[in-house]
């Protein structure tokens, strides 16, 4: 009859030494503690599957208790009465826990962030993570992404909503963009935010958002030069802060309006709001961008086609799209808010006079006696505004400290 091993005891196990070499202290049924050369006491279970030894380990004393290690001895040993490998089934847990952890929704917010930080602002970087950070990881971080419902993402958006309706919807915006990653990487089915829609309050805008401050003007041209989306797109959103012309006026150019040689783009009165032609000088940049854009598209009617026919100028939200997927909300920048920032830009920073910007904006201008001055009216004070313009542009996008100029006189 084999000799029965009587069970350790927390008292022989604490002070069980290595004594210059490693000693094993046996618990009975395969268990066993393995004391170190370095003072360790580690947890181990042996036994036999399919004809050959195996050993599991079960943590360290006196992180996992006597009473621990049994438990999981008796689970293992009830494993290997039914037929089954303890060391499969606790490997297979290792790897569903490692996938719980890769999926979970900070972890891929935080991948998602990773990988598209540099299209955005530093600005606009750090603002998308604070708030997944404060308002969204605390609720449903560490929740498997395929696992979230619209109700569970609708509970997280009226918490903040109840502080704000704006941040409320641009954390939807961000979660949105997260979910869709996951889609794309297989870590997620579905978009849930898709079934949002209308479950908050639509959020009032006055004005068209624009930045005017320097540096976040230089952080959004530099995003837009390394749009890695249709090239048409890419250089409608180019011109647009170099022309600011009216969202619907860009897109529905035609090359026939438009003369490189002379770098002009005479719009016709039927295509503007006031129903007055209207006449841009083209910058030299302008110039450059629309002579490559000539070889893509130049055989067409339009300057900026649809995708999917070329028989009409491309959709009027096609600039806003391609903002939207360099990672700027609609709260930040939009296609119309171009003209407010080179407004700004141009009378506060390189104090141009008023009346030449209004002008350019083709605002409603009269002189003295009431009359509505033609479209060129001080075309060539507007020609050298536009190159100021341009080169400012270009200024900020190299980092250099432009300063103030005198008026445009």
């Given at each position: 009859?084999?000799?029965?091993?009587?069970?350790?005891t927390?008292?022989?196990?604490?002070?069980?030494?290595?004594?210059?070499?490693?000693?094993t202290?046996?618990?009975g049924g395969g268990?066993f503690?393995l004391?170190?050369?370095t003072g360790s006491?580690l947890?181990?279970?042996?036994?036999?599957?399919?004809?050959k030894e195996?050993?599991?380990?079960?943590?360290s004393y006196p992180?996992?208790?006597?009473a621990?290690?049994?438990?999981?001895?008796t689970?293992?040993?009830?494993?290997?009465s039914?037929?089954?490998?303890?060391?499969?089934v606790?490997?297979?847990?290792?790897l569903e826990?490692?996938?719980?952890?890769?999926n979970?929704f900070?972890t891929?917010?935080?991948d998602?962030?990773?990988?598209f930080k540099?299209?955005?602002?530093?600005?606009h970087a750090?603002q998308?993570?604070?708030?997944l950070e404060?308002?969204v990881?605390?609720?449903?971080?560490a929740?498997?992404?395929?696992?979230?419902k619209?109700?569970?993402l609708?509970?997280?958006?009226r918490?903040i909503?109840?502080?704000s309706l704006e941040?409320?919807?641009?954390?939807?915006?961000?979660?949105?963009?997260?979910?869709?990653?996951?889609?794309?990487?297989?870590?997620?089915d579905?978009?849930?935010?898709?079934?949002?829609?209308?479950?908050l309050?639509?959020?009032?805008?006055?004005?068209?958002?624009?930045p005017t401050?320097p540096?976040?003007?230089?952080s959004l041209l530099r995003?837009?030069?390394?749009y890695k989306?249709?090239?048409?797109?890419k250089c409608?959103?180019?011109?647009?802060?170099l022309?600011?012309?009216?969202p619907?006026?860009?897109?529905?150019?035609?090359w026939s309006?438009?003369?490189?040689?002379a770098?002009?783009?005479?719009?016709?009165?039927a295509?503007?709001?006031m129903?007055?032609?209207?006449?841009v000088?083209l910058?030299?940049?302008?110039?450059q961008?629309l002579r490559?854009?000539?070889?893509?598209t130049?055989?067409?009617k339009?300057v900026?086609?649809?995708m999917?026919?070329?028989?009409?100028c491309?959709s009027?939200?096609?600039v806003?799209?391609g903002l939207?997927r360099?990672?700027?909300?609609?709260?930040?920048?939009?296609g119309?808010?171009?003209?407010?920032?080179?407004?700004t830009?141009?009378d506060?920073v390189?104090?141009?006079?008023?009346?030449?910007?209004?002008?350019?904006?083709a605002?409603?201008?009269?002189?003295?006696?009431?009359?509505?001055?033609?479209r060129?009216t001080?075309?060539?004070e507007?020609?050298?505004?536009?190159?100021?313009w341009?080169?400012y542009?270009?200024?900020?996008?190299?980092?250099?400290?432009?300063?103030?100029?005198?008026r445009?006189t």
């Open positions: 009859m084999p000799k029965r091993i009587p069970p350790l927390d008292l022989q196990v604490s002070k069980a030494k290595a004594q210059g070499k490693q000693v202290l046996f618990d268990l503690v004391v170190t050369l006491k947890w181990r279970f042996k036994y036999r599957f399919g004809g195996k050993l599991l380990s079960l943590g992180e996992v208790s006597i621990d290690a049994r438990g999981k001895r689970s293992f040993r009830k494993l290997l039914e037929g089954v490998d303890p060391g499969e606790k490997k297979a847990e290792k826990k490692i996938a719980q952890v890769r979970a900070e891929v917010a935080r998602w962030h990773a990988r540099s299209q955005w602002s530093e600005k750090e998308i993570l604070r708030r404060q308002d990881f605390p609720w449903i971080g929740r498997p992404i395929g696992e979230i619209a109700p569970e609708l509970t997280v958006l918490r909503e109840a502080r941040t409320a919807f641009r954390v939807k915006i961000a979660c949105g963009q997260v979910f869709r990653y996951a889609v794309a990487e297989g870590r997620a579905r978009d849930p935010v898709a079934d949002l829609k209308g479950a309050p639509p959020v009032k805008n006055k004005n068209f958002a624009a401050d540096t976040d003007v230089a995003a837009i030069d390394d989306g249709s090239y048409v797109v409608a959103m180019q011109l647009a802060p022309l600011f012309v009216r619907g006026e860009l897109r529905h150019a035609e309006e438009i003369d490189l040689e770098a002009e783009w005479n719009i016709p009165g295509k503007m709001k129903g007055v032609p209207h006449l000088p910058p030299k940049q302008a110039v961008i490559g854009l000539h070889l893509l130049g055989h067409d339009y900026f086609p649809c999917r026919s070329t028989h009409r491309m009027e939200n096609a806003n799209a939207r360099l990672g700027f909300e609609k709260s930040e920048i939009t119309h808010g171009f003209r407010a920032m080179a407004r830009i141009l506060e390189l104090q141009v006079r008023p009346e030449l910007i209004e002008h350019q904006l605002h409603q201008v009269r002189d003295p006696l009431g009359r509505a001055y033609n060129t001080h075309l060539a507007r020609r050298k505004m536009m190159q100021t341009a080169d542009l270009d200024g900020l996008k190299a980092g250099a400290m432009v300063l103030p100029l005198k445009v």
